[in-house]
């Protein structure tokens, strides 16, 4: 589900607070295209059509959906990341479009955030040997302007559990900032806990 406005092309194009030509209309992407969703009754009414008078749209978008998003806000990725539903839901992507009046218009979504991806091998470690890992103290929300198509880290001393996306690999998804590897990432094997040593660099970005 994706939160899409629109703004008429006919004058400033800046995507404004309210008094838009379409406000936070929710779409859905199925099977390559994206259609109005069908959660309330009266969602069909909201799709988005072109102007009679021929004018074009400029087109900015979010995902995932926000039922109060306007121009700028605060995204916050989720602390608990060790499922597929989660880490989607930390993934924040936006678009804008250039000024279109066509009826198909393409949005090319881009990721906003940052994937952490840590692999976890050595001596000892087997196919049966429980492993987790989580991120302590670090920021987990994102200051975001959509006009300035800017996305700054903030809120901090958040621990974030990362998932298990493979035999033995983590990701989690973070506002972009900086994280000291020797006092911040903790592994977990067999239920003792570890702070990590890498061999390679200490911060993060």
Request: proline share 4%.
């Amino acid at each position: 589900r994706d939160s899409v406005f629109a703004v008429k092309a006919s004058g400033d194009i800046t995507l404004k607070a309210a008094g838009n030509y379409a406000n936070n209309v929710c779409y859905v992407y199925r099977n390559g295209v994206f259609s109005v969703s069908q959660d309330n009754p009266d969602d069909a009414a909201k799709k988005i059509m072109l102007p009679e008078d021929g004018t074009g749209l400029a087109y900015y978008a979010v995902y995932p959906y926000q039922y109060a998003l306007i121009d700028h806000g605060t995204f916050e990725v989720k602390a608990d990341q060790r499922t597929h539903e989660n880490i989607t839901a930390s993934d924040f992507c936006t678009v804008k479009t250039s000024p279109s009046n066509d009826n198909n218009v393409y949005l090319k979504f881009w990721h906003r955030l940052s994937r952490v991806c840590i692999d976890i091998k050595g001596t000892g470690i087997t196919t049966s040997t429980t492993v987790s890992m989580q991120l302590e103290n670090v920021q987990y929300k994102a200051s975001f302007d959509l006009n300035a198509d800017t996305y700054v880290a903030t809120g901090g001393n958040e621990t974030i559990l990362m998932g298990e996306m493979s035999t033995k690999r983590f990701e989690a998804i973070l506002p972009p900032q900086d994280f000291i590897v020797t006092s911040d990432l903790i592994v977990y094997i067999d239920g003792k806990r570890y702070n990590v040593k890498p061999a390679g660099p200490r911060v993060i970005s």
